[in-house]
C-alpha cells in the first residue's frame, strides 16, 4: 500500500494533506501532538502522538515503523513565531529565535535523518520540506529575521540531503505552500488551504529525480534560492 508520514497533521496544511491522501486510499501516517482535527477523517489513517522537537521520541517512532516503507515524507510541522516585538531590528528576542529554529529547522532535519531509510526502501522515495519563499536570499525584503533565516536554513538541508540520499534514490525537494490563509498565514492571504495542498499533491506527485534538490512552489514553478 502506498503510504505518506505527515508532521504537523492535524490542523491547517498537515490536515488538508491527510484529507487528500486518505481520499486516495492511501495509508497516512499523520504524526501531530494531539488528534484534535483528525477525528472523523475518513480512511486509513493513523495517529502517532509526537512532538517533532522531542528526538528521542523521534527516534522511537521511526523504530516502531521500522518495518514502514514510507513513499511520502512530508516535515510540514513549523511556526512563523512572534513577529515584532521578537523578530525586527531593535526588538530581537533570543528565546524567540531560538524556539523558530529548532521546530523550523533542527526538527525536520532530525526527522529526515530518522525516515530516510523508510523513504528508501518505498517505490516513490520521496522527502518533503514545506519551506516558505520567505527563505529566499534572491527574494529577500527584510524582516521576519528568524523565521526567513530558519526556512533559508531548512533550503540548505534540503540541497544537502539530494546530494547525500541521491544514491539512495531519495527525492529531495523544498517546497513553498504559497501565502495561504492559515494561522500562520493570517486570514488576508490570497490563497485558501483548498487552492494549495491540492496544487501541492500534484505538484508533488509530478516529481523525478530531475526534481532532486530544487526549491519549488506549490503549482511547480522554481523558485530562486
Not at 130 to 147: E, K
Not at 199 to 204: E, K, L
Amino acid at each position: 500500500m502506498t503510504s505518506v508520514l505527515i508532521t504537523g497533521a492535524a490542523r491547517g496544511l498537515g490536515l488538508e494533506f491527510t484529507k487528500l491522501y486518505a481520499a486516495r486510499g492511501w495509508k497516512v501516517l499523520a504524526c501531530a501532538r494531539k488528534p484534535g482535527g483528525l477525528k472523523g477523517v475518513k480512511g486509513d489513517v493513523q495517529h502517532h502522538p509526537l512532538e517533532v522537537t522531542d528526538y528521542e521520541a523521534v527516534k522511537a517512532l521511526a523504530q516502531e515503523l521500522s518495518g514502514e516503507a514510507i513513499d511520502i515524507l512530508i516535515c510540514n510541522a513549523g511556526i512563523a513565531g512572534r513577529g515584532s516585538p521578537g523578530q525586527e531590528f531593535g526588538t530581537f528576542d533570543a528565546a524567540e529565535g531560538r524556539k523558530i529554529f529548532e521546530i523550523n529547522t533542527v526538527a525536520p532535519l532530525m526527522m529526515a535523518e530518522a525516515f530516510a531509510e523508510h523513504v528508501a526502501r518505498s517505490q516513490q522515495k520521496k522527502l518533503i520540506a514545506i519551506t516558505s519563499i520567505l527563505g529566499s536570499l534572491a527574494n529577500n525584503s527584510g524582516g521576519r529575521y528568524f523565521y526567513r533565516a530558519s526556512k533559508a536554513a531548512l533550503n540548505m538541508e534540503w540541497n544537502c540531503l539530494a546530494k547525500d540520499l541521491e544514491g539512495k534514490g531519495v527525492i529531495c525537494v523544498a517546497l513553498h505552500p504559497g501565502w495561504v490563509q492559515t494561522d500562520m498565514g493570517g486570514p488576508t492571504a490570497p490563497l485558501t488551504i483548498d487552492e494549495s495542498v491540492p496544487a501541492m499533491v500534484r505538484t508533488i506527485d509530478g516529481f523525478t529525480t530531475r526534481h532532486n534538490g530544487r526549491y519549488i512552489q506549490y503549482d511547480g514553478t522554481e523558485l530562486s534560492w
